[in-house]
Each structure stands twice: as C-alpha cells, then as structure tokens.
Nanobody
Framework: QLVESGGGLVQAGGSLNLSCAASGRTLSTERMGWFREAPGKDRDFVAAISWSGNRPGYTDSVLGRFTISRDKPKNMVYLEMNNLKPEDTAVYYC????????????????WGKGTLVTVSS
C-alpha cells in the first residue's frame, strides 16, 4: 500500500513537500517514484529513486527544482518541490515498480491514491 500526503495550494515560487508511506508488498519493489496527472492530460513520470538510495532520476521539467529522497527504515519516500510553477499543478501519485527503471505508467506495479498540488499564479 502507498499513501501520499502533503499536497495543497501554494503560490508560484513557493514550496511543498510530499510524503509517501509504503507498506506491505510495496516494500519488496526495486524502485519508488512520483508521477503526476494534470487536468485533461496523461499521467507522466516526475522523479524516482531506488530503495537503496541510488539512481535518482527526474523528468527534465523539474530538474533543479524537485528533489526525491527516501528513508528506508521508516519506509517513506519524499518529494521536495521548490520554485513551483502553475504548470506543476496536478494530482501527484506515489508509485512503485519491481523493474530496474520506470518505463511509464504501464511499468508501475503499485499506485497510491494521489494528492492534489495546486500552484496559483
């Protein structure tokens, strides 16, 4: 099970921190990540990290602004989001895959229910 928290409303240029609590079979996966789905758009990859803490990866649009991290003893994954832009507005989903890399939504084995991030201009 994956449970997200930390979404909300923020002004452009502001910051938010998302958290994802992992439990059960999700703890046996290889890699954790975040996807987002804006209104009327596809669900897209945002960032990922392995449970070992290696190989962080980001989509180009968030490089330098978002940071993914994990706390393995606490079974938590975090997404620190800075300098937020209105185009970052979306529902953010925590995800887990048993594969070496996320290959898109079809590679996800487990999804959280999502948390809404709204960035006002």
């Amino acid at each position: 099970q994956l449970v997200e928290s930390g979404g909300g409303l923020v002004q452009a240029g502001g910051s938010l921190n998302l958290s994802c609590a992992a439990s059960g079979r999700t703890l046996s996966t290889e890699r954790m990540g975040w996807f987002r789905e804006a209104p009327g758009k596809d669900r897209d990859f945002v960032a990922a990290i392995s449970w070992s803490g290696n190989r962080p990866g980001y989509t180009d649009s968030v490089l330098g602004r978002f940071t993914i991290s994990r706390d393995k003893p606490k079974n938590m994954v975090y997404l620190e989001m800075n300098n937020l832009k209105p185009e970052d507005t979306a529902v953010y989903y925590c995800a887990a895959t048993t594969e070496y890399q996320f290959g898109g939504p079809s590679s996800v084995n487990y999804w959280g229910k999502g948390t809404l991030v709204t960035v006002s201009s």
